[in-house]
């Protein structure tokens, strides 16, 4: 049972050191998924683009004008944006960087950031959920034990060196 407290506190442990880590890990890792991204729907960074886009209502990594920088713009030459990236209330967007008001302002990296933060934060309040209930155990345990030492009904019963 005190493996498992001090497995736990470990485990805390490093998730905290994990949410200082996320911003560096997302920051390199979304650099290289917008690059790789292609328009189409078929690949997988182009699916998971659009989906965190739509899902997060957000645009480019810092914001949508970062979208020049990515190969996808330069070989499709139409100066636009995704059309994940436009806003859902407006009815005719096409993405273009010329009506920037169609477009969502804020940029994914830092809210993939914050989800994440948050996920991991319900991980260390479980580790730490638990690791509270296994002292709670063990109080208990050394409870019993300080009155079994005092208690003579809990005398253990000895006969030819085995327990009965």
């Not at 993405?95 to 933060?117: F, Q, T």
């Not at 030492?149 to 253990?156: I, K, T, W």
Request: charged content about 20%.
């Amino acid at each position: 049972m005190g493996q498992c407290g001090i497995t736990s506190s470990k485990t805390v442990l490093v998730f905290l050191n994990l949410i200082f880590w996320v911003e560096d890990e997302v920051d390199h890792s979304i650099q290289k998924v917008y690059n790789e991204y292609n328009g189409t729907n078929t690949d997988a960074p182009s699916r998971a683009i659009d989906y965190v886009q739509r899902q997060l209502h957000c645009c480019g990594i810092h914001n949508y004008s970062d979208w020049r920088n990515t190969r996808w713009f330069k070989e499709s030459k139409n100066n636009s944006v995704p059309l994940s990236c436009c806003r859902p209330n407006i009815s005719n967007c096409t993405g273009s960087l010329s009506r920037p008001g169609d477009l969502y302002p804020e940029g994914c990296e830092a809210l993939v950031v914050k989800k994440l933060k948050e996920i991991m934060m319900y991980v260390i309040w479980a580790a730490l959920t638990f690791a509270a209930i296994q002292m709670l155990g063990m109080l208990c345990a050394c409870v019993v034990l300080c009155r079994r030492s005092r208690d003579p009904a809990y005398e253990l019963l000895v006969t030819g060196g085995t327990y009965a």
